[in-house]
């Protein structure tokens, strides 16, 4: 669950600017044949299973344009849910309903659909030790409501933003002139709290990596055999991440290997929606 701290100051923007651009000037439709206020009720119906995720923002999209809008919420986020449930019964004026409608779903939608792919990537490692992370390939200014449903489907966030950790990538190392250089100028400016991880693209690397006592080592793209062989000669000194094109179809290879991260972009940059409409909306006294 989002707290309400969290909402007022990182989520209500977000949700406003997504409003705004759905209602520049007016909802024309909606105008045009609702002339006064008129209460009304609908269901949010699931149209497959999935796990739930983003239920307090989509409650929030609705409570922006009327504080007075109540919610009969029949699940708990998280939850599984299956097809044809109905999830939640959403009672305010029927302009608010139809104005908010798009923009609610579109970011319920977009995180149980990202929930549900993470759960399935995560049951896929079962048995092993190995945590799942996410990255920042996320849509823009959609960051945090992706990370969190992440999160709600079992996997755990890497850094949030640039500002959140020091991971030495390709370009960074090169720019910087090698692993070494790169990780004891990072050393020299970094507060002590803060871990160093190097992105390693092949064995070479990763000696330098361990010579110059990085705390975490990104395997980038690596054969099984590389992945072993680097485990061998970290053996314990660093934290290993592995990371590259990882996805529900090939991450079982992981399973048995020394590691203890992997990354995948995938959870935010291509898990499919999930189906989830608002139906039966009727006048009520």
């Keep these: 669950?989002?707290?309400?701290?969290?909402?007022?100051?990182?989520?209500?923007?977000?949700?406003?600017?997504?409003?705004?651009?759905?209602?520049?000037?007016?909802?024309?439709?909606?105008n045009s044949i609702i002339k006064n206020k008129c209460k009304g009720e609908v269901e949010l119906i699931c149209k497959q299973d999935g796990v739930?995720?983003?239920?307090?923002?989509f409650k929030r999209t609705f409570t922006l344009l009327e504080e007075g809008t109540t919610f009969d919420v029949k699940v708990n986020e998280g939850?599984?849910?299956?097809?044809?449930?109905?999830i939640m019964v959403i009672r305010a004026d029927i302009k608010t309903l139809l104005c908010a409608e798009r923009t609610a779903l579109n970011y319920l939608q977009r995180m149980s659909g990202i929930a549900t792919y993470t759960k399935r990537v995560v049951s896929l490692l079962e048995g092993?030790?190995?945590?799942?992370?996410?990255t920042r390939k996320t849509s823009p200014n959609n960051r945090i409501f992706e990370k969190y449903a992440v999160k709600v489907?079992?996997?755990?966030?890497?850094?949030?933003n640039l500002s959140d950790g020091i991971l030495l990538k390709d370009n960074h190392i090169s720019a910087a002139g090698g692993v070494k250089k790169a990780v004891e100028a990072a050393r020299e400016y970094a507060p002590f709290v803060r871990k160093i991880e190097v992105e390693c693209e092949n064995i070479d690397m990763v000696k330098e990596?361990?010579?110059?006592?990085?705390?975490?080592?990104?395997?980038?793209?690596?054969?099984?055999?590389q992945i072993r062989q680097s485990a061998q000669l970290i053996d314990g000194r660093a934290q290993i991440e592995c990371s590259g094109n990882?996805?529900?179809?090939?991450?079982?290879?992981?399973k048995n290997l020394n590691?203890?991260?992997?990354?995948?972009?995938?959870?935010?940059?291509?898990?499919?929606?999930?189906?989830?409409?608002?139906?039966?909306l009727r006048r009520i006294k």
Excluded at 209 to 225: F, G, P, R, V
């Design 1 to 30: 669950m989002l707290d309400e701290v969290t909402m007022k100051l990182n989520i209500d923007p977000y949700i406003l600017s997504a409003l705004r651009e759905d209602i520049t000037d007016e909802d024309a439709t909606t």
């Design 52 to 57: 739930i995720c983003g239920l307090d923002v």
């Design 79 to 86: 939850d599984w849910v299956k097809d044809k449930q109905i």
């Design 128 to 134: 092993s030790n190995i945590k799942l992370l996410d």
């Design 153 to 160: 489907g079992g996997g755990i966030n890497h850094r949030f």
């Design 209 to 225: 990596a361990i010579e110059a006592k990085a705390d975490i080592i990104m395997l980038d793209n690596m054969t099984d055999q």
């Design 246 to 254: 990882v996805t529900a179809e090939n991450i079982e290879r992981f």
């Design 259 to 280: 590691i203890d991260f992997i990354s995948s972009g995938a959870l935010t940059h291509s898990a499919p929606i999930m189906d989830l409409s608002l139906k039966n």
